[in-house]
């Protein structure tokens, strides 16, 4: 992992035991929300300004990425954001405790359209699995995609694997979501007027 900044908002885990101890990283005791794959952040930034009451964790792979989540956090008040420069697989299976997540975003993933790399997509029962194990029961998983393979590729992962539920009647997917802020790549889509699916599921570990 590069360190790029020192800010508050920066997750430095080489500060923590692992697994981390999440109220101990926040001050506070506060339900937590995890996005991944923040992308620019500001999804993570207005959600985080929005509710104060709640803690917000984002994790993001590309260096560029973190660092530009990073200076527009720069003015971020309410001290309930962190964001993670880390790899979401590697963290899902070996940085938390079991059962701490409310809420779990994963917003646009890439979508790894040719055969030969859809081993990528980070929708696939493995990760779900540990997921899973570190969101709180009836915990929900929100998935925002313009992409329909990556949508009925993500039904039949959930297909099979017990222990996610979809949350919306048949399609199983909704176009628009009032007052959700939309991700920097979501903006992109809308304005090329693609359709936008929204899936969610609850965690009924
Ligand atoms: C298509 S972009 C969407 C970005 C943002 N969510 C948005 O909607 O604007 C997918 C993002 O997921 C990040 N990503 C992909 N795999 C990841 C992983 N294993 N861990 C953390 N971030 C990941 C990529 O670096 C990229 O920023």
Same mark, same amino acid.
């Given at each position: 992992?590069?360190? =790029?900044?020192?800010?508050?908002?920066?997750?430095?885990?080489?500060?923590?035991?692992?697994?981390?101890?999440? $109220?101990?990283?926040?001050?506070?005791?506060?339900?937590?929300?995890?996005?991944?794959?923040?992308?620019?952040?500001?999804?993570?930034?207005?959600?985080?300004?929005?509710?104060?009451?709640?803690?917000?964790?984002?994790?993001?792979?590309?260096?560029?990425?973190?660092?530009? $989540?990073?200076?527009?956090?720069?003015?971020?008040?309410?001290?309930?954001?962190? !964001?993670?420069?880390?790899?979401?697989?590697?963290?899902?299976?070996?940085?938390?405790?079991?059962? =701490? !997540?409310?809420?779990?975003?994963?917003?646009?993933?890439?979508?790894?359209?040719?055969?030969?790399?859809?081993?990528?997509?980070?929708?696939?029962?493995?990760?779900?699995?540990?997921?899973?194990?570190?969101?709180?029961?009836?915990? =929900?998983?929100?998935? $925002?995609?313009?992409?329909?393979?990556?949508?009925?590729?993500?039904?039949?992962?959930?297909?099979?694997?017990?222990?996610?539920?979809?949350?919306?009647?048949?399609?199983?997917?909704?176009?628009?979501?009032?007052?959700?802020?939309?991700?920097?790549?979501?903006?992109?889509?809308?304005?090329?007027?693609?359709?936008?699916?929204?899936?969610?599921?609850?965690?009924?570990?």
């Amino acid at each position: 992992m590069t360190k =790029v900044n020192s800010s508050r908002t920066a997750l430095d885990i080489s500060e923590y035991y692992i697994p981390l101890d999440l $109220a101990e990283v926040f001050g506070n005791e506060n339900e937590i929300v995890l996005e991944i794959g923040f992308g620019d952040g500001d999804f993570l930034i207005e959600m985080a300004g929005r509710h104060p009451e709640k803690n917000f964790l984002g994790m993001e792979i590309k260096t560029k990425r973190f660092k530009i $989540a990073m200076k527009a956090a720069q003015n971020e008040k309410n001290g309930n954001l962190r !964001f993670l420069h880390m790899n979401a697989n590697i963290a899902a299976e070996e940085l938390f405790f079991e059962d =701490v !997540f409310s809420l779990v975003y994963i917003n646009f993933p890439d979508p790894w359209p040719k055969d030969r790399h859809r081993k990528h997509r980070i929708v696939n029962s493995e990760f779900l699995g540990a997921l899973s194990k570190i969101m709180k029961k009836d915990g =929900v998983l929100e998935i $925002a995609s313009d992409d329909k393979d990556y949508i009925s590729h993500s039904f039949d992962v959930f297909k099979n694997i017990s222990f996610f539920k979809s949350q919306y009647p048949h399609p199983g997917y909704l176009h628009n979501l009032p007052n959700r802020p939309h991700t920097k790549y979501e903006k992109g889509f809308r304005k090329e007027g693609r359709e936008i699916f929204y899936l969610m599921f609850t965690n009924n570990k």
